[in-house]
């Protein structure tokens, strides 16, 4: 009982941090502003488990796909990791994940990880030359982020991330720094097991708190006639367009998952995730994992889930996905998975991703 009152504790204090952290720029976002933050590609969701759960991955996160959606879920890694993930996104935009974990003895995990977005090529285009000039130009994003995870009890995770954004736009570029802070908790209730592992566990993340973005570059130079209305030797002086600053999308989560079937062989997981934005309305993800152990040969994944209930004008909607993991010999496994994603009138999504254990 000491125990269940204790982590109730710790549960209040740590949403009422999370909160008192979020609070001055994600929770007073009235009306909704929606298109108003900088790189919001990384809200779709980078990981191929989390998106056929409907991105409600906050409590079951686990492994370096955690550093996306909880990086206190890189804390239950066995051993080390690499991940690679791929999404291929609308419009030929490609999008992916790759990273890396290792195990510090006694210390905790530590990783390092690129999450990017790659726009392609287009056209360059000006008044004069609407059809294009011959010349084509690129644009993309990418984070790298630098983890810190470790139990700091057997039912009690904290991560943190550190990480470095920057977009590109032709010859235009922002960049910002920016923090992830996350923590699971593993509970004794609802366990049908008397295990924490099969009990309730709650798990809650801030993500992308940092500066803003504003960008810059050679294109925004251009010849400014000062006194437009007058002769003199001002027409050419050289200017510089100054751009407004952009917010990275911050989002507040707080996820539960519950087992209401464990056994030696069968195991299935539940999760109810809650988002607060600070570019959109609040909403819910919701996500089921069921996963089949066949003894010493692996695991089989199946999950289905729904993203975005109670969004206004949400696109996203049902997901589905599986994976099978190897075991290896030396304790090394090998896990091959697979998602999909409805996205309204948008389209479908697909991705897919490879991760080593070893």
Known sequence: MRNTYTTLRILIGLSLGLYLLGSSTVFAQKPDKVGTTAV?????GFGTAGNGMGDARVATASGVESIYWNPAGLAQIKGNEFFFFDQPWLVGIGTGLAGVAIEIPRIGKAGLSMMYADYGEMEVTTMDQQEGTGEVFTASDYVIALTFARNLATWFSLGVNFEYYNSSIYHTTAS??????G??????????TGNREDGLTIGMSINNYGSPMEYGGKDLLASIDILPDEDGNYKY????????????????????????IVSANHRLGLELDAIHP????????VGAEYAYLRGRFGKLFLRCGYKGLFMDDSEYGASAGAGLELFMLG??????????????VLGTSQSYSIQLGF
């Open 278 to 285: 600070n570019n959109n309305s609040e909403y819910l993800n």
């Open 237 to 260: 002086v050289p200017g510089q367009y100054k751009l407004s600053q952009w917010e990275l999308p911050l989002l507040f989560r707080i996820g539960v998952s519950v087992y209401p």
């Open 331 to 344: 304790n090394n496994r090998l896990r091959i998975e697979y998602a999909f994603r409805d996205i309204g």
């Open 176 to 181: 910002a720094v920016a923090a992830d802070l």
């Open 40 to 44: 919001s590609i990384y809200e779709i």
């Open 183 to 192: 923590v699971l908790v593993k509970t004794d209730f609802f366990t049908r």
